[in-house]
């Protein structure tokens, strides 16, 4: 192979009479400069996540009661992959920790097709694969919408915490709990929105401004850990 093949470009001047491979000149920089970690890109985190291949249909493509779609699918829809391997398949990226999008690799375009969930708005929080089979195991027989209601009362709960929820006269399972516990752990730490509600709005309100404090300076030879 080349990367393990001497070549005559490839030399040192403490050994001129050798001629080096590109793995050990690549061994010698690595001694002499250290390792330089590269940060990974967007295209670089997509590449990175689990795949799966599936045929892109009318609707777009569905994962598990959930249905994903995009307008840039339109010209694909129904249409062969051009990977014989793979039956004309598509090949998808999928993040189970967020099941808000997937990403379609369109290879007559190099380039990733991102696919926001159907129902994304009906839950105000990013969850993944364990909240959502949850929900499915309450309601067996729902429908889409159904299952993502229940996905958003899980992730209520979960947001809730156990102080607010001890008043209440249904207890939740152990399951319930352990699931809620985890997704709360994994999502972002916001309130889920609720529709606005109490007296109308009030335009004089918005007239009153708040009190602006400044900051005071910042003193990079002072004692951080001094009270003042």
Same mark, same amino acid.
């Given at each position: ?20 491979? !590109? ?15 590269? !940060? ?54 999928? &993040? ?17 097709? +991102? ?10 929080v ?24 229940? *996905? ?27 699931v809620? *516990?985890?997704?709360?752990? +994994? ?9 606005? *509600?109490? !007296? ?9 401004? *708040? ?7 910042? &003193? ?6 001094k009270?003042?």
């Amino acid at each position: 192979m080349w990367q393990t093949r001497p070549h005559d470009g490839l030399r040192d001047p403490e050994a001129p009479t050798r001629a080096f491979s !590109p793995n050990e000149k690549y061994l010698t920089l690595l001694e002499s400069c250290g390792y330089i970690p590269v !940060p990974l890109s967007g295209e670089d985190y997509v590449e990175l996540l689990p795949e799966r291949w599936q045929a892109i249909n009318s609707y777009g493509i569905r994962i598990k009661r959930r249905t994903y779609d995009s307008p840039e699918l339109t010209p694909l829809r129904r249409q062969h992959s051009g990977v014989a391997a793979k039956k004309g398949l598509w090949e998808i990226h999928h &993040d189970p920790y967020d099941i808000s999008r997937i990403w379609v690799r369109d290879r007559r375009r190099n380039r990733w097709i +991102t696919l926001f969930w159907k129902h994304l708005h009906r839950v105000g929080v990013p969850f993944g694969e364990l909240a959502w089979d949850r929900a499915c195991e309450q309601v067996p027989s729902g429908t889409e919408e159904q299952i993502a209601d229940a *996905a958003a009362a899980l992730l209520r709960r979960a947001h809730d915490g156990p102080a607010e929820e001890k008043d209440r006269p249904a207890k939740r399972s152990r399951r319930d709990r352990r699931v809620a *516990a985890r997704t709360r752990a +994994t999502a972002a730490d916001r309130p889920i929105p609720e529709a606005p *509600a109490g !007296p109308p709005h009030d335009e004089e309100a918005d007239t009153h401004l *708040a009190e602006v404090i400044p900051l005071g300076l910042f &003193d990079p030879l002072a004692n951080p850990w001094k009270r003042p």
